[in-house]
């Protein structure tokens, strides 16, 4: 039997095996992907993560990624990045390159796509998230991300129904992006492996990347417009690299 049960968010209740939405919750996918580690996935909604998930971890402020090792809950990405190296990792075979210097660079790439590339991509997933929701969670999105606020939702949707504004908004993202393509040129031009932390394999640095790919390709522009144009080229081969490396569950991003 599976040691791990991971709780990952989904958009609609009728369909626990849906598409896995969280950026967070990839990065603990393709961590465990990394370790070989046989997992339940329990796919849970916005009102069930507050409701069922909260009641099962006797915990009122759960979010997803959470796994369950035993009975034992351990909630957030970074956590439970910690926690697998410390069961599987190796100095052959770590999340962190097995180094210190590693584990450092993976936690700024993280806060990086958390905040200054993020804030770009959000107001777009906010467009596009809904569609993948039921009707609970898309009022549960509402409220919590527009103070419930029908109108402001709608202003940013029409907002970005306007081509010059949507062209905006990726360009915008698409800046933060050329920093990483420029990491990856200094890999490139001396042959070593598209990976941020460099090595043979990807490491939880690129999971961090990758996760917000997940959330942010909701929106049928963005994959072309971001991750995929010409001014981020080696990008592009990053992200592909990733895609087919065994690692991802491509059906879950359908």
């Not at 910690?82 to 584990?103: D, I, M, N, Q, V």
């Not at 905040?115 to 993948?132: D, K, M, W, Y």
């Amino acid at each position: 039997m599976p040691k791990y049960t991971l709780y990952q968010l989904v958009g609609d209740a009728s369909n626990p095996d849906g598409r896995v939405i969280s950026p967070h919750v990839w990065k603990t996918k393709l961590d465990l992907a990394f370790f070989k580690q046989e997992v339940i996935n329990s796919g849970k909604t916005f009102p069930q993560i507050r409701g069922e998930l909260s009641e099962l971890t006797k915990n009122p402020a759960v979010t997803v990624p959470t796994i369950e090792v035993d009975g034992e809950f351990t909630t957030d990405s970074w956590k439970i990045a910690e926690y697998l190296e410390a069961e599987h990792g190796t100095p052959e075979r770590s999340l962190f390159g097995g180094t210190e210097a590693g584990k450092n660079f993976a936690k700024f790439i993280e806060i990086w796509s958390n905040t200054t590339f993020a804030n770009e991509l959000r107001p777009l997933v906010g467009v596009a998230i809904t569609s993948h929701f039921d009707p609970s969670s898309k009022a549960y999105f509402i409220k919590s991300k527009f103070q419930g606020d029908i109108k402001k939702y709608s202003s940013l949707v029409d907002k970005f129904q306007d081509p010059e504004e949507l062209e905006k908004q990726l360009a915008l993202a698409r800046s933060r992006l050329s920093v990483v393509n420029d990491l990856l040129k200094v890999k490139k031009s001396k042959n070593g492996p598209l990976w941020l932390l460099g090595g043979s394999e990807p490491s939880h640095a690129d999971f961090c990347l990758f996760g917000w790919y997940t959330s942010s390709s909701l929106h049928p522009a963005v994959e072309k417009g971001v991750w995929r144009h010409e001014e981020v080229a080696l990008v592009g081969e990053w992200l592909d690299g990733l895609l087919d490396s065994g690692l991802v569950d491509k059906d879950q991003l359908k």
